[in-house]
């Protein structure tokens, strides 16, 4: 069969979700999106078309296409995922980004990252910045898995010590020059509404318990004691949650700056110490 006909079938299986056909197809044969039009006469082999109508179907079925491939982009690094673990969204990138304006190109020093997910937000910040060293937490076993093979892909595992744990976990007796995370933070009633591809992504990467700010509220008490003196927290929060978290924050003593992404949301809180 042709690419074009390949394609043409899938994405009107999907209708209404054709760009995911055509991601799809273009992971299968290791080329971008874009590419696709120039291959559209070149025959496909059996194997391909069959894996290619197989992911159709787990598409169909409600399966986030990260979770078929396996991979995911955020900002600069390529990452593997699972399901049941969170994929990064491009909003975190925000958060990212306002760190790095923070630490300087030739900053030394560490970085604790709570409920790393894929690694994303460490393996990103570790490649911007070759003197610092992260250590991450995560009380999903996979999650924590997937961020140390993550680290070994990136080429930075010798700078990046992720660990299974509640919070500040194992790493709770140490100092550091930041604290960052993006934690579950929606409020436990939104759950039932959730998408069912978002539901896949676990009750623990998204729920943030009854009002949606108990991680929050957990952490600004908990990170005090392992902050350097002039050190931070960095925090991703739900767009309506700007004021209640800055509040939570200012209640610790910490000197607070909210930041607003792309759609003009609150995205990112930051607390000094
Ligand atoms: C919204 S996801 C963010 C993942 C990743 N940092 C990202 O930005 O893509 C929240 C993460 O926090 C983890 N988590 C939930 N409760 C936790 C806790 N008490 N301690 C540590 N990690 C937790 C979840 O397993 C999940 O991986």
Known sequence: MKISSLLNKGKSILAGREKEAELLLAHLLKTHPHQLLLLKEKEISKEVERTFLEGISLLEKGVPLQYITGEVHFMNV???????????????ELLVEKILEILPVDFEGKGLDIGGGTGCISIALLKERENLVMYSTDVNEKAVELMKINGK?????????????????????????????????IPYR????????????????????????????????????????????????GHDQGIRVKDILEREGFKVKIFRDFNNQDRVVIGWK
């Open 190 to 237: 939104r759950w039932h509404y959730l998408d069912e591809r978002v539901k896949r992504e676990g009750f623990l990467s998204l729920i943030g318990g009854r009002e949606g700010t108990e991680f929050y509220k957990r952490l600004a008490k908990e990170v005090v004691d392992v902050l350097d003196d002039n050190g931070f927290i960095a925090l991703e929060i």
């Open 78 to 92: 390529k990452l593997k995922t699972e399901e049941g673990v969170f994929i990064p969204r491009p909003e975190t």
């Open 153 to 185: 892909i990136n080429g930075v595992s010798e700078r990046f010590f992720p660990a299974k744990g509640d919070m500040l976990g194992p790493f709770k007796d140490m100092k550091f020059d930041f604290v960052v995370s993006n934690p579950p933070y």
